[in-house]
C-alpha cells in the first residue's frame, strides 16, 4: 500500500538519526571491504557469509599480515575497531521496537535499553570515526605500500 510507512508511529529526528547511522555504517564497511580487496584481491570471495562480522574478522587478519610499522597499527587498530563497531550496528539495526512511554513514539530497544536520538547519532559519530581511518589508510600508505610492491 502506497505511503504505508506514514502510519508507523515515528518521529522524523528519531527516523533520521537512523538513517544516519546506518548510512554510516555503510561507508565503513565499504572501506573495510575496499582495503580488504587492496591487500589481497579476492580475500572475500569464500566468505560465507559475508556479513560484516565475517568482513570485520577477515579484515582483522589482513592487517595482521603487514608489516610492522606505526602504519600497520594504526590500521589493526581500526579494523579492530570496526569488529567492535559491528556489534554496535546490530545492536541498533536488530533491535526490537517498541513505545517509548515518554512520548508514545516507536523506538528502538537493545535487551531492555532504549536507543534514543542522542544514542544513535553517537553510533554513527563512531562509525564516521573509524570510516575516516580507514580512508586515510587506504589513500595513504596502503596506496604507497601498493607503488612501492610494484
Excluded at 54 to 81: P, V, Y
Excluded at 131 to 136: C, P
Aim: proline share 3%.
Amino acid at each position: 500500500m502506497e505511503n504505508a510507512r506514514l502510519r508507523q508511529p515515528l518521529d522524523p529526528e528519531y527516523s533520521q538519526a537512523l538513517g544516519e547511522a546506518v548510512y554510516t555504517f555503510s561507508i565503513l564497511e565499504w572501506n573495510a571491504v575496499w582495503i580488504c580487496e587492496h591487500i589481497k584481491p579476492g580475500a572475500l570471495a569464500a566468505l560465507n557469509p559475508k556479513t560484516a562480522g565475517t568482513i570485520a574478522k577477515r579484515f582483522i587478519t589482513l592487517a595482521g599480515s603487514l608489516r610492522d610499522s606505526e602504519d600497520k597499527t594504526k590500521l589493526l587498530n581500526a579494523a579492530l575497531r570496526f569488529d567492535a563497531l559491528v556489534e554496535q550496528r546490530n545492536g541498533l539495526v536488530h533491535g526490537r521496537p517498541g513505545m517509548d512511554a515518554a512520548d508514545g513514539l516507536s523506538k528502538l530497544f537493545r535487551a531492555g535499553e532504549l536507543w534514543t536520538v542522542e544514542k544513535i547519532r553517537n553510533a554513527a559519530d563512531e562509525f564516521s570515526e573509524c570510516a575516516i581511518t580507514l580512508n586515510d589508510c587506504f589513500h595513504g600508505f596502503l596506496s604507497d605500500l601498493v607503488q612501492s610492491e610494484s
